[in-house]
Protein backbone atom coordinates (compact mmCIF):
# COMPACT_ATOMS: atom_id res chain seq x y z
CA UNK A 1 0.00 0.00 0.00
CA UNK A 2 1.72 2.83 -0.95
CA UNK A 3 2.34 6.83 -0.45
CA UNK A 4 2.38 9.60 -2.27
CA UNK A 5 1.99 13.22 -1.46
CA UNK A 6 2.28 16.10 -4.31
CA UNK A 7 2.45 19.27 -3.47
CA UNK A 8 0.78 19.27 0.41
CA UNK A 9 0.16 22.46 2.28
CA UNK A 10 -1.79 22.98 5.10
CA UNK A 11 -2.59 25.93 6.78
CA UNK A 12 -4.01 25.96 10.52
CA UNK A 13 -6.09 29.16 11.39
CA UNK A 14 -7.05 30.61 7.97
CA UNK A 15 -8.37 34.02 8.09
CA UNK A 16 -7.94 34.29 11.89
CA UNK A 17 -4.16 36.25 13.30
CA UNK A 18 -3.06 32.89 14.30
CA UNK A 19 -2.94 31.73 10.75
CA UNK A 20 0.26 29.25 10.22
CA UNK A 21 1.72 27.76 7.64
CA UNK A 22 2.41 23.88 8.53
CA UNK A 23 3.24 21.98 5.63
CA UNK A 24 4.27 23.61 2.99
CA UNK A 25 4.66 21.78 -0.49
CA UNK A 26 5.79 18.71 0.71
CA UNK A 27 6.31 15.92 -2.10
CA UNK A 28 6.69 12.67 -0.08
CA UNK A 29 6.77 8.92 -2.12
CA UNK A 30 6.60 5.75 0.50
CA UNK A 31 6.65 2.57 -1.21
CA UNK A 32 4.88 -0.59 0.60
CA UNK A 33 7.04 -2.37 3.34
CA UNK A 34 9.38 0.75 4.35
CA UNK A 35 10.07 1.28 7.55
CA UNK A 36 10.97 5.62 7.74
CA UNK A 37 11.75 7.70 10.35
CA UNK A 38 10.53 11.18 10.72
CA UNK A 39 12.62 13.58 12.83
CA UNK A 40 12.21 17.49 13.19
CA UNK A 41 12.27 20.10 15.87
CA UNK A 42 9.20 21.08 17.64
CA UNK A 43 6.50 22.63 15.46
CA UNK A 44 8.43 21.13 12.42
CA UNK A 45 5.37 19.80 10.80
CA UNK A 46 5.98 16.35 11.92
CA UNK A 47 2.82 15.56 13.56
CA UNK A 48 0.46 17.49 11.23
CA UNK A 49 2.56 15.19 8.26
CA UNK A 50 1.20 12.16 9.50
CA UNK A 51 -2.26 13.62 10.61
CA UNK A 52 -2.62 13.36 7.07
CA UNK A 53 -1.75 9.94 6.36
CA UNK A 54 -4.62 8.45 7.90
CA UNK A 55 -7.54 11.33 6.75
CA UNK A 56 -7.53 13.25 9.96
CA UNK A 57 -6.50 16.02 8.42
CA UNK A 58 -6.92 16.79 4.89
CA UNK A 59 -5.03 19.09 3.13
CA UNK A 60 -5.51 23.28 2.03
CA UNK A 61 -3.93 22.43 -1.20
CA UNK A 62 -1.99 19.41 -2.64
CA UNK A 63 -2.94 15.42 -3.26
CA UNK A 64 -2.91 12.57 -1.36
CA UNK A 65 -2.87 9.23 -3.08
CA UNK A 66 -3.30 5.97 -1.19
CA UNK A 67 -2.14 3.17 -3.26
CA UNK A 68 -2.85 5.05 -6.47
CA UNK A 69 -6.06 6.47 -5.29
CA UNK A 70 -6.87 9.95 -4.74
CA UNK A 71 -7.72 10.42 -0.98
CA UNK A 72 -9.36 13.17 -1.47
CA UNK A 73 -11.69 12.71 -4.62
CA UNK A 74 -15.04 12.91 -4.19
CA UNK A 75 -16.46 9.79 -2.30
CA UNK A 76 -13.25 8.43 -1.66
CA UNK A 77 -14.20 5.76 1.76
CA UNK A 78 -12.20 7.73 4.32
CA UNK A 79 -13.49 4.93 6.42
CA UNK A 80 -11.53 2.43 4.66
CA UNK A 81 -8.02 4.36 4.57
CA UNK A 82 -8.16 4.55 8.31
CA UNK A 83 -8.28 1.07 8.58
CA UNK A 84 -5.41 0.71 6.31
CA UNK A 85 -3.49 3.47 8.05
CA UNK A 86 -3.23 2.66 11.82
CA UNK A 87 -1.86 5.99 13.50
CA UNK A 88 -0.68 5.44 17.76
CA UNK A 89 -0.98 8.84 19.03
CA UNK A 90 1.78 10.28 21.56
CA UNK A 91 0.93 9.01 25.20
CA UNK A 92 -1.88 6.95 23.05
CA UNK A 93 -2.29 4.81 27.29
CA UNK A 94 -4.87 7.99 27.23
CA UNK A 95 -7.06 6.15 24.57
CA UNK A 96 -7.83 3.63 27.13
CA UNK A 97 -10.94 3.54 27.91
CA UNK A 98 -12.36 -0.20 28.52
CA UNK A 99 -12.98 -1.87 31.15
CA UNK A 100 -10.32 -4.50 30.91
CA UNK A 101 -7.34 -4.80 27.99
CA UNK A 102 -9.14 -7.43 26.25
CA UNK A 103 -12.30 -5.18 25.51
CA UNK A 104 -10.09 -2.44 24.43
CA UNK A 105 -8.25 -3.99 21.75
CA UNK A 106 -11.46 -5.09 20.74
CA UNK A 107 -12.73 -2.03 20.02
CA UNK A 108 -11.41 -1.21 16.32
CA UNK A 109 -12.41 -4.36 14.65
CA UNK A 110 -15.85 -3.70 16.65
CA UNK A 111 -16.06 -0.68 14.58
CA UNK A 112 -15.17 -2.58 11.62
CA UNK A 113 -18.22 -4.42 11.79
CA UNK A 114 -16.53 -7.48 12.86
CA UNK A 115 -18.46 -10.63 14.49
CA UNK A 116 -17.90 -10.80 18.49
CA UNK A 117 -15.52 -13.57 17.70
CA UNK A 118 -13.62 -12.32 14.86
CA UNK A 119 -12.86 -9.51 17.26
CA UNK A 120 -11.39 -11.37 20.13
CA UNK A 121 -9.27 -13.55 18.01
CA UNK A 122 -7.67 -10.14 16.25
CA UNK A 123 -7.60 -8.32 19.71
CA UNK A 124 -5.98 -11.84 21.24
CA UNK A 125 -3.20 -11.79 17.73
CA UNK A 126 -2.33 -8.20 18.38
CA UNK A 127 -1.56 -8.64 22.12
CA UNK A 128 0.46 -11.75 21.69
CA UNK A 129 2.19 -9.83 18.74
CA UNK A 130 3.39 -6.72 20.92
CA UNK A 131 4.19 -9.36 23.72
CA UNK A 132 1.32 -8.75 26.53
CA UNK A 133 0.99 -10.87 29.04
CA UNK A 134 -2.07 -13.67 28.54
CA UNK A 135 -2.57 -13.45 32.14
CA UNK A 136 -3.42 -9.42 32.16
CA UNK A 137 -5.86 -9.74 29.56
CA UNK A 138 -8.48 -9.11 32.16
CA UNK A 139 -7.11 -6.74 34.00
CA UNK A 140 -8.18 -2.85 33.86
CA UNK A 141 -6.14 -0.74 31.22
CA UNK A 142 -5.82 1.38 34.66
CA UNK A 143 -3.98 -0.96 36.52
CA UNK A 144 -1.06 -1.45 34.14
CA UNK A 145 2.52 0.02 33.97
CA UNK A 146 3.20 2.65 31.39
CA UNK A 147 4.89 0.00 29.12
CA UNK A 148 2.10 -2.27 29.38
CA UNK A 149 -0.49 0.60 28.35
CA UNK A 150 1.39 1.13 25.17
CA UNK A 151 1.09 -2.12 24.07
CA UNK A 152 -2.46 -2.21 24.61
CA UNK A 153 -2.69 0.59 22.75
CA UNK A 154 -0.18 -0.29 19.82
CA UNK A 155 -1.90 -3.53 19.88
CA UNK A 156 -5.50 -1.76 19.61
CA UNK A 157 -4.26 -0.47 16.23
CA UNK A 158 -2.94 -3.67 15.16
CA UNK A 159 -6.08 -5.33 15.30
CA UNK A 160 -7.72 -3.62 12.83
CA UNK A 161 -4.64 -4.66 10.52
CA UNK A 162 -3.75 -2.18 9.06
CA UNK A 163 -1.04 -1.82 6.12
CA UNK A 164 0.77 0.92 7.90
CA UNK A 165 1.50 2.05 11.50
CA UNK A 166 2.25 5.23 11.87
CA UNK A 167 4.00 5.69 15.42
CA UNK A 168 4.41 9.42 16.89
CA UNK A 169 6.69 9.30 19.83
CA UNK A 170 5.47 5.73 20.96
CA UNK A 171 8.29 5.59 23.64
CA UNK A 172 7.99 9.30 24.99
CA UNK A 173 8.17 9.21 29.10
CA UNK A 174 9.59 5.33 29.50
CA UNK A 175 13.01 4.66 30.61
CA UNK A 176 14.96 2.91 28.56
CA UNK A 177 14.40 -0.50 28.79
CA UNK A 178 10.73 -0.15 28.11
CA UNK A 179 11.54 1.87 25.73
CA UNK A 180 14.04 -0.93 23.93
CA UNK A 181 10.83 -3.47 24.67
CA UNK A 182 8.83 -1.33 22.75
CA UNK A 183 10.85 -0.87 19.81
CA UNK A 184 12.40 -4.36 19.44
CA UNK A 185 8.55 -5.48 19.14
CA UNK A 186 8.07 -2.84 16.60
CA UNK A 187 10.85 -3.93 14.49
CA UNK A 188 10.39 -7.29 15.10
CA UNK A 189 6.51 -6.73 13.63
CA UNK A 190 7.94 -4.76 11.02
CA UNK A 191 10.43 -7.62 9.74
CA UNK A 192 7.66 -10.64 10.10
CA UNK A 193 4.60 -9.21 8.50
CA UNK A 194 3.62 -7.12 5.52
CA UNK A 195 3.28 -3.67 6.68
CA UNK A 196 4.94 -0.02 6.54
CA UNK A 197 5.91 1.68 9.47
CA UNK A 198 6.46 4.83 10.00
CA UNK A 199 8.31 6.13 13.63
CA UNK A 200 8.23 9.92 14.81
CA UNK A 201 10.55 10.83 17.46
CA UNK A 202 13.17 12.87 18.99
CA UNK A 203 16.03 10.02 19.83
CA UNK A 204 18.72 10.18 17.04
CA UNK A 205 19.83 7.03 18.36
CA UNK A 206 16.34 5.13 18.26
CA UNK A 207 16.18 6.35 14.10
CA UNK A 208 19.59 5.13 13.77
CA UNK A 209 19.07 1.88 14.58
CA UNK A 210 15.56 0.86 13.55
CA UNK A 211 14.70 2.36 10.17
CA UNK A 212 16.13 2.12 6.60
CA UNK A 213 15.25 5.66 5.85
CA UNK A 214 14.90 9.00 7.20
CA UNK A 215 12.41 12.06 6.51
CA UNK A 216 13.47 15.48 8.27
CA UNK A 217 11.01 18.13 8.71
CA UNK A 218 11.99 22.21 8.92
CA UNK A 219 9.45 24.53 9.26
CA UNK A 220 6.99 22.42 7.19
CA UNK A 221 9.27 21.39 4.26
CA UNK A 222 10.85 18.68 4.07
CA UNK A 223 14.21 19.35 4.66
CA UNK A 224 16.48 16.04 4.03
CA UNK A 225 15.22 12.16 2.72
CA UNK A 226 17.92 9.64 2.58
CA UNK A 227 19.54 6.62 4.61
CA UNK A 228 20.31 6.87 8.05
CA UNK A 229 23.86 7.41 6.66
CA UNK A 230 23.45 9.88 4.27
CA UNK A 231 21.13 12.46 6.49
CA UNK A 232 23.45 11.94 9.35
CA UNK A 233 26.34 13.15 7.13
CA UNK A 234 24.48 16.72 7.20
CA UNK A 235 24.83 16.52 10.97
CA UNK A 236 25.99 19.89 11.18
CA UNK A 237 22.89 21.39 9.06
CA UNK A 238 21.25 19.56 11.53
CA UNK A 239 22.67 21.34 14.40
CA UNK A 240 21.78 24.23 12.49
CA UNK A 241 17.85 23.13 12.66
CA UNK A 242 18.20 22.23 16.12
CA UNK A 243 18.50 18.49 15.81
CA UNK A 244 21.98 16.45 16.14
CA UNK A 245 22.81 13.28 14.80
CA UNK A 246 23.59 9.82 17.12
CA UNK A 247 26.22 10.57 19.50
CA UNK A 248 27.98 7.63 17.82
CA UNK A 249 28.51 9.86 14.42
CA UNK A 250 30.11 12.34 16.91
CA UNK A 251 32.79 9.86 18.44
CA UNK A 252 33.41 9.02 14.86
CA UNK A 253 34.15 12.22 13.64
CA UNK A 254 36.24 12.96 16.48
CA UNK A 255 38.01 9.29 15.96
CA UNK A 256 38.97 10.45 12.37
CA UNK A 257 40.15 13.60 13.57
CA UNK A 258 42.27 12.71 15.84
CA UNK A 259 44.09 9.99 13.17
CA UNK A 260 42.18 6.92 13.36
CA UNK A 261 41.09 5.12 10.02
CA UNK A 262 37.39 4.86 10.98
CA UNK A 263 34.69 5.26 8.75
CA UNK A 264 32.47 8.47 9.95
CA UNK A 265 29.46 6.75 8.21
CA UNK A 266 28.70 4.56 11.09
CA UNK A 267 25.45 5.64 13.20
CA UNK A 268 25.01 2.65 15.12
CA UNK A 269 26.81 1.40 18.48
CA UNK A 270 27.59 -2.35 16.52
CA UNK A 271 28.48 -0.30 13.24
CA UNK A 272 31.06 2.42 15.55
CA UNK A 273 32.32 -1.14 17.54
CA UNK A 274 32.98 -2.83 14.18
CA UNK A 275 35.45 0.54 12.23
CA UNK A 276 37.03 1.00 16.15
CA UNK A 277 38.24 -2.57 16.13
CA UNK A 278 39.39 -2.63 12.27
CA UNK A 279 41.38 0.45 13.47
CA UNK A 280 43.08 -0.69 16.46
Not at 126 to 132: D, I, K, N, R
Not at 135 to 150: I, V
Amino acid sequence: MSIKLEKINYIYGEGTTYRKHALKDVDLEIAHGQFVGIIGHTGSGKSTLIQHLNGLLKATDGVYYFNGENVYADGYNMKALRSQVGLVFQYPEHQLFEVDVLSDVCFGPKNQGLSREECEKRAREALEAVGFPEKLYNQSPFELSGGQKRRVAIAGVLAMRPKVLVLDEPTAGLDPAGRDEILDQIARLHKESDMTVLLVSHSMEDIAKYVDRIIVMNHGSKMFDGTPKEVFAHYKELEEVGLAAPQVTYIMHALKENGFPVDVSATTIDEAVEEIMKAL
